[in-house]
């Protein structure tokens, strides 16, 4: 595998880097690829992640059988950016060299920045040096006479004349049970909705205040993972397994029901500034922090479902809830 080492720079395009497990293998056996991106945060811009899936072919013959969760973390190559990497195995049925051929990163005005070709040979696996026919596993004898037959068979016979057996006498027990006599089932607990959850994760931060002990990027995590969360269980957005650019293209291109056009970009904006906390280190002070978190808390409040408003009559009936308003 390659290896990248620490430098900090200033770049506003991306750089798109391919490593191979090996450069030769055998026929029908896997090779890991590792996709890794650093992608820069200013300026705006976003680029589209490379889309594989198990059972996909790419160039030269070579088909996708693994596809590992795309990983995000702050660039160590950049000043202000973003890591992508994403670990894919493919697999070769022939033989021959072969070319994974250039793999690009890109956005609207086409690709940003792509892979070098990477050559693999691929070959029919060795045989060992003293390879010779394995004799014959699992053979057995036939037994042709009537008697054998009715001995081997027999103690299948026998269980299941038992089981039979055993499935009447419960049957009749169960018919003869006392009167009275029920099995109680248990009442599932219902789950907690995604907003309570949502708005106690904001509330804790804003009673702890965790940015006043330099943990500002972790507050801006949690308020991250909060939004999210009410997207998912109160509005059915796929946001908690997605980037923050892909959250935003899937709210851009279809609208959300309940949401109006001025909480999307209100949603959108919030996600990309704690990714700018988050990601490029960029810092908030504490007002800030404080006012982020009371607007999110407003925000879920006002769009909570109809079928959460009990639950959020509750929220407000509390005290302590009362005297957070204040």
Same mark, same amino acid.
């Given at each position: ?79 202000? +950016? ?133 943990? +500002? ?110």
């Amino acid at each position: 595998m390659c290896c990248w080492s620490v430098h900090l720079s200033a770049q506003d395009a991306p750089v798109l880097q391919l490593a191979i497990g090996a450069d030769s293998i055998g026929v029908g056996e896997p090779l890991t690829l590792l996709l890794t991106s650093d992608e820069p945060l200013s300026g705006g811009r976003r680029w589209d992640w490379p889309q594989f899936e198990p059972g996909d072919s790419l160039p030269q013959g070579w088909e996708v059988i693994q596809v590992e969760p795309l990983d995000s973390n702050a660039s160590p190559m950049l000043e202000s +950016g973003m890591r992508r990497s994403q670990r894919i195995v493919v697999m070769a049925w022939d033989s021959g060299m072969k070319v994974i051929e250039p793999i690009a990163l890109a956005d609207s005005t086409g690709a940003a920045a792509s892979t070098a070709a990477q050559l693999v040979e691929v070959g029919f696996m060795a045989l060992a040096a003293d390879a010779v026919p394995k004799p014959m596993q699992g053979f057995r004898a036939f037994k042709w006479t009537w008697w054998e037959r009715i001995l081997e068979f027999l103690p299948y016979l026998i269980g299941a004349l038992a089981l039979a057996w055993f499935i009447r006498w419960a049957i009749r027990r169960w018919g003869n049970r006392p009167p009275g006599l029920t099995t109680e089932i248990p009442t599932p607990i219902p789950e907690e909705p995604a907003h309570v959850t949502a708005l106690a994760m904001l509330r804790g931060v804003e009673t702890q205040k965790p940015w006043l002990q330099g943990a +500002g990027k972790e507050a801006q995590a949690v308020v991250s993972h909060a939004i999210r969360l009410h997207l998912h269980g109160s509005f059915g957005v796929k946001a908690l397994e997605r980037t923050t650019d892909e959250v935003a293209q899937s709210i851009r291109q279809a609208p959300v029901r309940g949401l109006d056009p001025g909480d999307s970009t209100w949603v959108i904006a919030i996600l990309e500034r704690s990714d700018l906390v988050k990601f490029a280190k960029q810092s908030m002070d504490g007002d800030a922090h404080l006012r982020v978190i009371r607007e999110s808390i407003a925000w879920i409040e006002r769009t909570v479902p109809d079928n959460g408003s009990s639950s959020s009559e509750e929220e407000h009936s509390n005290p302590d809830d009362a005297h957070h308003h204040e």
